[in-house]
């Protein structure tokens, strides 16, 4: 899924009485941290309280639960979600099968929060997120292999007699 109407996707976190993100999102748990761009692409979210996940790809699903769906059964399950930690929401779209997992793609690496809202066959649904609001869950996407490269070796001199010295550079 890729967001409506947008070629940059943006991206949800709180239980919400009739659907929540699962913690065992199918996400991979490896991720090297990219600061090309001068600080983590994760840095900062884990001060928001709000579940973590890391990929090394970006395609990737969510899995989900409807706790409760009421008389009138669930119509449309959405994906919404945001690049700037809440500030702002897009929908993404819909489940087709309205069954977990939710498929999601993005164009490129970051951090991406997402909240999935329920509709009701009657109309009525979950909250849908709002400026400000948190995420269910942010997925760091790193698809950048780290490097890394030797570039010197020599023998310890004074304190460090007897041990091989190396020098490296390493990337991401």
Not at 18 to 24: C, T, W
């Amino acid at each position: 899924m890729r967001p409506i109407g947008e070629s940059d996707p943006v991206m949800p976190n709180d239980k919400q009485s009739a659907s929540r993100v699962s913690p065992d999102t199918t996400v991979p748990e490896n991720i090297a941290i990219n600061t090309s761009i001068g600080e983590p692409i994760g840095d900062g979210l884990a001060t928001s309280g709000v579940q973590i996940r890391h990929c090394n790809s970006r395609k990737f699903s969510l899995e989900y639960e409807i706790e409760s769906a009421g008389l009138a059964g669930v119509s449309d399950v959405e994906l919404w979600g945001t690049r700037d930690r809440g500030l702002t929401w897009k929908r993404w779209g819909s489940d087709p099968d309205r069954e977990s997992p939710f498929d999601i793609e993005t164009n490129n690496d970051g951090a991406y929060g997402f909240r999935i809202v329920l509709v009701a066959s009657n109309g009525l649904a979950t909250p849908r997120p709002i400026e400000n609001d948190l995420p269910d869950i942010f997925v760091v996407v790193d698809t950048e292999t780290p490097s890394i490269r030797i570039t010197g070796a020599s023998y310890g001199e004074g304190n460090q007699t007897g041990a091989l010295v190396m020098r490296y550079q390493c990337s991401d």
